[in-house]
């Protein structure tokens, strides 16, 4: 009989068994099989998570942690940063070395060292000493144990942070349970077991999560990067989030924690998960991860097994299981990440997005389909969004040191905004400049003078040297915290020379702020022992008295004292002749006799101490711990004194500009804080912003306010820095020195900016179109700051190119200016006596103006 010729499936008998096995493997399979209605569930679900966790009314399962990360990199970092890197079985140190921001230039050295299992799940103390351990015996390798390096702390697990550089545990996963941990901040805990170590240092400025690390590191590769995925022994993600305006670390593996994932946790789920260190904790991760995606397929087998289903030569079955649960835990991290980039999208209020996911993990990288299904789920169900995945070559170690170079980067922008309003750039310098002179025609009005911040004071000093002067002085120097007297010798054998014998006295505190008699008593205390030093109390020299404070003078001999600046208080002065003063406590002693001949600002001084030297000489200033400045005027254009003929010295007082409000454009808060804590509050506001008085004073307030900002120190406050100190004092702090740069670079550019001033009028004043001048200098600010000079020196070139200018170093100080005002006094009326026909004499002097 011929076999029917209808259409039949012949089965034979010892197939049956085995057909009934794959059937009933598929039915076993089947709930691993998510449909595409079941993903869109899966991606609102994250979606849902996702908001509640930013929204933080109350617990999410999502738990949305801030990084305090606030930006990508962008190729600009530069340095060398050590990054530490804990999230599995091994920790890993590494350092990195940015050199000019290049990525082909970046330099990553690295060592991994095994984390024991009896170190993950002992205490808290042995796992960080053992971290520890492991980064001292990194440095010794890379023979930088004594480098105070910035690190970078990638620590893989969930931690609530408060600023980029605190992490507090807030719960252990892959398999970590050391004690002592959870709610304990983990970079407090690292610094401790470094300093229990006591043998290097280190500066931890980040704690990141190794998902961010990821994110920082494929960043430096491609600027769209901005969102991080870790699919590997754990999972998780981390975006740049719109509302936040910084990286959040979502901790997704949470998902389901609340029940929401019910639906599609299968019974070998639910077993791997009774059987975990952490039941109902983490249930997204314990779906998708490495860690737990073995312990699924061999629930699935055993299963199998116990039904009969897997025996010898049922290979196939193993790969089709395996297929099964990866190929699930690649859709459900593809709908997840669907609702993060939908989200990005939506935040954006974007058409169309197109971004990079930085990816790490061995699941993804070794897996041959993961990433596939990954990248096809993404693309079905968020199909308005192009999303190009890529994968991190260095890990998140180099992603730490990313963050810790960005974060350095931030600390200097954020400090840069800070003291960028303490520079003065060229076009401020040009309005000063000009305001100034205004400020200079003002004080030399008659009717003006009154309400004119710069008093503008007649020094009735006319000339300076001319080299034939010759004689014995006394010099007295009153101006800051020591006093001096000086013995200055004038003569001409062959060439004229000077002759200097010199001493410093102290002015204590209590004398500096006692009464005006206190003050001249000391004064004249010291001028007796000096002269008994130097066998003189039976001559009367000619003494000149060189008085650094405000004074309103109608001959040489007479100083009538405006105000105390520079710290002093004295009572009983102000409105008195301080030459009548000295000269009472000089009669008062008894026991020699000396007469003022000529009382001088220091100023004055200093210009006449380098007109000795230089006859083009015509402007003195000090720029120490008080500032202030002098000039050659035209006698026509100072109506406070009678006559038009020739010159006479002006002591401008310009530390008083801007008391009448010219400055407040350019004053600072820390500039208001240091007036409002000084003893003379509104005034002498422009030498609080550039003498050495007030600029360590300055720096310290902006040390503060950038410690308590969390700029410096790690925020912490020292009681060192509320202690108030001088710039160029014994008791000055070391200072940071970028701010000093800033603090003292502005006032170089202040003080060119009204030297400008007084340069421009003298070239008018001549009518000349290019003028050649010098100008003595003297304080501890110009002489002992670095770069202050040259500051000084490039800026006054850049404002008044048309005049040529010598700065001349006062290398005897105004002390020695005095001795040359009175010589030159002499000389004048010596000069008088012969054309009379007569000498000349101490009466004649002391009614003479130079």
């Known amino acids: 009989m011929q076999p029917s010729q209808e259409c039949s499936l012949y089965v034979p008998s010892w197939v049956l068994p085995d057909l009934f096995g794959v059937f009933q493997v598929d039915e076993t399979l089947a709930p691993f099989k998510l449909t595409h209605e079941q993903l869109m569930l899966v991606k609102s679900r994250m979606r849902a998570g996702l908001e509640a966790g930013l929204r933080n009314k109350g617990p999410s399962a999502v738990k949305m942690l801030p990084s305090f990360v606030y930006r990508t990199p962008d190729g600009t970092e530069r340095g060398k940063y050590l990054a530490l890197d804990l999230g599995g079985t091994n920790f890993r140190a590494l350092l990195v070395n940015f050199k000019r921001g290049l990525q082909q230039n970046t330099r990553v050295n690295h060592k991994i060292y095994t984390i024991p299992l009896e170190i993950m799940q002992g205490t808290g103390e042995e796992l960080f000493d053992h971290i520890a351990q492991c980064v001292s015996d990194f440095l010794d390798y890379m023979g930088m144990k004594n480098a105070h390096l910035p690190a970078g702390f990638t620590f893989s697990f969930p931690c609530e942070q408060t600023a980029l550089d605190t992490g507090t545990l807030v719960s252990w996963t892959k398999g970590y349970k050391a004690t002592d941990c959870e709610g304990h901040d983990v970079v407090e805990m690292l610094k401790e077991a470094i300093k229990r170590r006591n043998e290097f240092d280190l500066d931890i400025v980040a704690v990141v999560n190794d998902t961010v690390g990821t994110m920082m590191s494929c960043a430096y590769e491609d600027p769209q990067c901005e969102i991080g995925l870790i699919a590997g022994t754990g999972t998780n993600v981390c975006y740049m989030e719109e509302i936040t305006k910084m990286c959040i670390n979502t901790e997704w593996g949470g998902l389901g924690d ?15 998960n009774r059987m975990s260190v ?16 073995g312990e699924i397929v061999r629930q699935v087998l055993l299963d199998l097994t116990s039904g009969g289903l897997l025996f010898r030569g049922r290979i196939f079955i193993v790969q089709q299981v395996c297929g099964a649960v990866s190929r699930r835990a690649a859709q459900l991290c593809g709908a997840g990440m669907a609702a993060v980039v939908d989200k990005i999208r939506e935040n954006r209020r974007l058409d169309h997005l197109k971004i990079t996911v930085g990816v790490d993990g061995a699941l993804y990288k070794l897996h041959p389909h993961f990433s596939r299904v990954l990248e096809e789920t993404v693309r079905s169900l968020a199909p308005h969004c192009n999303v190009t995945f890529l994968p991190s070559e260095e890990g998140s170690g180099k992603g730490a040191a990313l963050i810790t170079a960005v974060a350095k980067q931030n600390l200097r922008h954020r400090a840069s905004s800070i003291l960028n309003r303490n520079q003065i750039g060229l076009k401020i310098s040009v309005l000063l400049l000009w305001n100034f002179r205004r400020e200079m025609v003002k004080g030399l009005g008659r009717d003006t003078n009154p309400t004119a911040a710069l008093k503008m004071l007649p020094t009735f000093v ?7 002067e010759k004689g014995d002085f006394i010099a007295l120097d009153l101006g800051g915290s020591n006093f001096r007297i000086l013995r200055v010798k004038v003569s001409h054998e062959k060439k004229q020379t000077v002759q200097m014998e010199s001493q410093i006295y102290d002015t204590p505190e209590d004398i500096i702020h006692g009464t005006g008699t206190k003050l001249f008593d ?17 001559k009367k020299l000619p003494v000149g008295f060189t008085f650094s404070f405000p004074c309103q003078q109608t001959k040489l001999d007479e100083g009538v004292l405006i105000t105390w600046t520079k ?43 380098c007109g000795f030297d230089d006859q083009r000489c015509e402007v003195g200033i000090i720029i120490g711990t008080g500032t202030n400045a002098c000039y050659m005027e035209e006698l026509r254009n100072i109506d406070l004194v009678e006559g038009d003929e020739g010159r006479m010295c002006v002591n401008t007082e310009w530390g008083a500009f801007g008391d009448d409000g010219r400055l407040e454009d350019i004053r600072t808060e820390f500039d208001r804080e240091i007036d409002r804590g000084s003893l003379n509050p509104g005034k002498q506001l422009f030498e609080k912003m550039v003498s050495g008085m007030y600029l360590g004073e300055l720096v310290r307030l902006i040390l503060v306010k950038m410690a308590r900002e969390g ?5 912490r406050i020292t009681p060192e820095l509320l202690t108030r100190v001088f710039l160029f004092s014994d008791r000055a702090e070391t200072n940071p020195l970028f701010v000093c740069t800033i603090v003292s670079f502005r006032s170089a550019n202040l003080i060119a900016a009204v030297l400008a001033g007084i340069l421009l009028r003298l070239k008018e004043n001549k009518g000349m179109t290019r003028l050649r001048t010098t100008i003595g200098i003297d304080g501890s600010l110009y002489k002992m700051h670095p770069q202050y000079a040259r500051r000084l020196h490039k800026t006054v070139r850049r404002l008044v190119p048309d005049i040529d200018v010598r700065f001349l170093l006062s290398e005897s100080g105004s002390g020695k200016g005095a001795a040359m005002v009175t010589a030159v006094a002499y000389r004048l009326a010596d000069d008088a006596g012969h054309r009379r026909g007569g000498e000349s004499s101490p009466r004649q002097l002391r009614w003479c103006s130079i």
């Open 258 to 272: 609340d029940g929401s994932l019910e639906d599609i946790i299968t019974p070998y789920d639910a077993e791997v």
């Open 278 to 293: 952490n039941p109902g904790k983490q249930s997204f991760e314990k779906l998708t991860s490495g860690m737990y995606l």
């Open 462 to 468: 006319r000339s300076i040297p001319d080299g034939s």
């Open 522 to 538: 000391h004064v004249a205390e010291c001028l007796g022992d000096f002269m008994e030093k130097h066998n003189i109390k039976d």
């Open 567 to 609: 710290r002093f208080k004295a009572s009983g002065v102000e409105g008195m002749d301080v030459v009548k003063l000295l000269s009472k406590a000089i009669k008062k002693r008894g026991n020699y006799d000396a007469e003022i001949m000529a009382v001088v600002n220091d100023t004055v001084g200093t210009m006449m101490t």
């Open 711 to 715: 700029l410096l120190f790690e925020g």
